[in-house]
């Protein structure tokens, strides 16, 4: 049998990529704190019928790409496919609105999609993402897509354009739908199966195919079916969108798959990332959405960008923060009968903030040494016989290759010293 490996379409996060990583989430908290939004953690699997009412049943992300599993208690659950659903769920459930409106969360964790899997495209992949649940009103849009936009500056990543589209309300989009199946029903022979399936059930998505035949460039515009109403809502959210001079390309056929966004819709893309691969991400106003849970009416507006896509790109552009050493100092014992002398080193300097790591081990010193470099000890305090004899050690400076013993007492300013002579 060969050893194991992580299943398809997954990837392990090693020390190397940790820094990045945590420099990405640590800098969506900063942004999104900044605009009084809070963190907040659902679980990674709900009931199936969450996502199946919620994302919606003839979606490809409902039908083809769900791990849903049966508990011992005969429950269907599935791991989360996306954030929004359970964030809405989890707000609503604890009537956090019924207090403050909108309620302001930011989420950030591993979402699941049986997808085929491909650079940039995981099976289990993370996202941050943001929601604003209780108020429609086109300034939150604002507030979300130009929060959207000062992560990607903050993250120093550039070559990014905003998508941006309205999907209208439920009657314009009922009016869509109907210029949709005109427009498609003659030229069903033209679809692929997917598609054909998907006119009857919900005609948008077939704008979002694939494997399109170039049929949805001639296909009708949601803007000639939006209400008066509907439009100036839209036309308010570009106004706000140029005074916070985050500019935008108007894409009338940017539809999104999920089933219940109203309104404003956007994507992040990025010009080096291929095909469907290149957004980085997107999000949307989904007023029909608590609803569709069995929620008392309650709109809401939200985005999700991609982990994995984003330290893609801020690692190619060069943004991302190099792997980190391991610690600042190695101490070392040169044979096990100062292993606990060393040890008390180590904690003394652990005590006064300095990453340590203790090498107690019977290895021969100049192997302890070169692990030390490996690590990236800028210092490696040795403590050798005589050393804890006196009750002392030799901090070794490995970036200018000196040493000096000095008193127990004085060792930790020593390695302080040292560790602000090398960074200097
Ligand atoms: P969505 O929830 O489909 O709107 O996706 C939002 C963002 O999540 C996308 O723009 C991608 O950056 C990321 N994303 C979606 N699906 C995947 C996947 N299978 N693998 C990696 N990233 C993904």
């Known amino acids: 049998m060969p050893p194991p490996s992580a299943p398809k379409g997954t990837h392990d996060l090693l020390p190397d990529a940790s820094a990045a990583w945590r420099w990405l989430h640590g800098v969506h908290a900063e942004v999104t704190e900044l605009h009084g939004y809070r963190l907040v953690d659902t679980p990674m699997f709900e009931h199936t019928e969450l996502f199946e009412r919620g994302v919606g049943t003839g979606t490809d992300v409902v039908d083809k790409e769900m791990y849903t599993f049966t508990d011992r208690g005969g429950r269907s659950l599935t791991l989360r496919p996306e954030g929004t659903v359970g964030v809405l769920r989890a707000v609503l459930e604890h009537r956090l609105t019924e207090e403050v409106r909108p309620l302001r969360a930011h989420y950030a964790g591993p979402m699941f999609r049986a997808d085929r899997p491909q650079k940039g495209r995981y099976r289990q992949f993370h996202q941050v993402g943001v929601e604003a649940i209780g108020e429609r009103a086109p300034a939150l849009d604002v507030e979300v897509v130009e929060m959207g936009r000062r992560f990607l500056d903050a993250l120093g990543i550039t070559g990014v354009g905003l998508q941006l589209n309205t999907l209208g309300d439920l009657d314009d989009r009922l009016r869509y739908r109907e210029a949709l199946l005109g427009y498609y029903r003659p030229l069903v022979d033209r679809l692929c199966d997917d598609c054909r399936r998907r006119l009857e059930i919900n005609p948008l998505r077939v704008l979002d195919c694939k494997r399109d035949q170039g049929l949805s460039v001639e296909a009708p515009l949601i803007t000639d079916s939006l209400s008066e109403a509907s439009t100036a809502y839209f036309a308010a ?46 999000g949307g106003r989904y007023d029909g959405l608590a609803e569709a849970l069995g929620f008392p ?15 893609l790109i801020a690692g190619e552009q060069g943004t991302a923060p190099a792997a980190e050493p391991a610690c600042d100092a190695v101490v070392c014992s040169i044979d096990p009968a100062q292993a606990p002398a060393a040890a008390e080193v180590a904690r003394l300097l652990r005590a006064a903030g300095v990453r340590t790591v203790l090498d107690a081990s019977d290895r021969k010193i100049d192997r302890k040494l070169r692990t030390a470099n490996r690590l990236g000890a800028r210092v490696c305090v040795i403590v ?17 290759r000196t040493e000096e013993r000095h008193a127990a007492e004085r060792v930790v300013d020593a390695v302080h010293g040292a560790l602000r002579g090398n960074a200097a």
């Open 237 to 282: 959210v570009q106004e706000g969108l140029v005074a916070a001079r985050v500019p935008f390309s108007l894409n009338p056929r940017l539809v999104r798959g999920l089933d219940y966004y109203a309104h404003t819709a956007f994507e992040y893309w990025h010009s080096s990332l291929q095909g469907a691969q290149n957004s980085l991400g997107g």
């Open 384 to 400: 050798g016989e005589e050393e804890a004899r006196e009750g002392a050690a030799t901090v070794k400076d490995l970036g200018r």
């Open 297 to 311: 009416a309650t709109p809401g507006i939200g985005y999700a960008f991609g982990v994995e896509r984003l330290l």
